[in-house]
């Protein structure tokens, strides 16, 4: 308890006198209320599925993380060379490594092992929360709310028609993003990450530096290691939008034609590398669909068989993310949330259509690019999860980027002066 004490002690200062922070025009307590309500979400999460799934992917995480540690025998040496991955083929060093869970990845398509980074960031944070939980979950939520803050001053800049107080909520407490990172998974790690991205890519966008162009590349190469599906989406999607942004190409249908043609030319390198993309959908599939076929959420989707599959499919599976159908048959209080979300969404939704205005020419491209990263992650997620718990999970960093989207498109001047006006 002393060592959660004291880091909170240092969060609320970072809080109150950080630059960064007080920078966002939001007020240090609200920070702090929402570090110790995400904190509280956390633990939630990972008490819930300690005790319902025998501690799930969370439980893993950490438990690995704290095996790097102790087999390391508070050796720094070798802490370091696990750590690394390093002396593999030596006996003794297999036989470690064999023993921490999710440290070698199953599949051989997979070029970056996501769940290996996942245990290394816990084991680090381990080092300083001293095995309390409650310290190693204000630690990664300090960490989220840094990398939302960042995501809050970027897009609060460029889209000043969305009042502040709905980004902030949209933002920090959506239903999925308050519950789905807040907790000791990968989603909480990569929400800090593409903030940051997110926050220097605008910079970049204004002010393309040696120091920006840095921080984008480290910062891009850190979302790889975390979340490598969303990245190639991400950073193909940020890239061709920047170049556009470089090119002054400012007609929409040019923008989305050189998108159309920037998508082409990936998916053709990824042939010439030999790099079979319609195999690692499919193994990601077949082994979502074999581990989750105990699931209590579990349900059946269409099984690929050859590649046309992934474009037939592709409304089958925008309806599984962003309707969830599964969810109304309320297996488990947990479904309430999405639901309220997804409720949300299409309330939102219609606010676009009846409050309609057109977003201003230079945050067009942009809007793109968002609902180019929601629909392309979605996808990915609808065709290979057969989880409706696991898509609630998945989604919850795109539906960001669905949020904004929606949100700008609402004449918000006008709704309030219809309704909230005196």
Not at 38 to 43: F, L, N, R, V
Request: with cysteine; aromatic share 18%.
């Amino acid at each position: 308890m002393i060592v959660f004490i004291l880091l909170l002690l240092i969060f609320t200062i970072l809080f109150r006198r950080g630059s960064f922070f007080k920078a966002s025009n939001i007020h240090w307590l609200i920070f702090l209320i929402l570090l110790l309500l995400k904190t509280s979400a956390g633990y939630l999460s990972y008490y819930y599925h300690n005790h319902y799934f025998a501690g799930g992917d969370s439980a893993i995480y950490l438990n690995s993380a704290n095996d790097l540690i102790s087999y390391s025998g508070n050796d720094p040496l070798t802490y370091f060379r696990l750590f690394f991955n390093m002396n593999r083929g030596i006996p003794e060093w297999e036989a470690v490594y064999s023993k921490i869970i999710y440290w070698d990845n199953v599949s051989t398509l997979s070029f970056i092992n996501d769940n290996r980074n996942a245990i290394r960031i816990n084991s680090i944070i381990s080092l300083f929360s001293f095995n309390n939980i409650l310290a190693h979950l204000l630690i990664l939520n300090f960490l989220t709310i840094t990398g939302l803050t960042a995501f809050f001053r970027a897009i609060n800049k460029r889209f000043s028609n969305i009042p502040s107080p709905l980004l902030f909520v949209a933002l920090f407490l959506s239903p999925s993003i308050l519950f789905w990172t807040s907790g000791i998974l990968k989603e909480t790690n990569t929400v800090f990450i593409l903030g940051l991205y997110i926050f220097f890519y605008e910079k970049s966008i204004s002010n393309l530096n040696l120091k920006n162009g840095l921080l984008l590349f480290l910062l891009s190469v850190g979302l790889i290691l975390v979340r490598s599906y969303f990245a190639c989406i991400v950073l193909s999607v940020s890239f061709i939008s920047l170049l556009i942004n470089k090119l002054k190409i400012t007609k929409v249908s040019y923008q989305i034609l050189i998108f159309a043609l920037g998508f082409f030319i990936f998916l053709s390198s990824l042939f010439l590398f030999n790099v079979d993309l319609f195999q690692l959908i499919l193994e990601k599939q077949e082994a979502f669909i074999s581990i989750g076929r105990s699931a209590n959420s579990y349900f059946q989707i269409a099984v690929l068989e050859k590649p046309l599959d992934l474009i037939t499919y592709f409304p089958q599976a925008m309806i599984n993310v962003f309707i969830q159908p599964q969810l109304y048959s309320l297996d488990s209080f947990l479904y309430l949330f999405p639901i309220i979300e997804n409720i949300d969404i299409l309330f939102f939704c219609v606010l676009a259509i009846w409050f309609r205005k057109k977003p201003s020419k230079e945050n067009r491209l942009v809007l793109i690019s968002f609902i180019l990263i929601y629909i392309l992650s979605s996808w990915l997620i609808g065709i290979t999860i057969p989880v409706q718990g696991a898509i609630s999970r998945y989604k919850a960093i795109s539906q960001l980027f669905l949020l904004i989207f929606v949100f700008s498109f609402i004449d918000w001047k006008r709704l309030l002066a219809d309704y909230f006006s005196e």
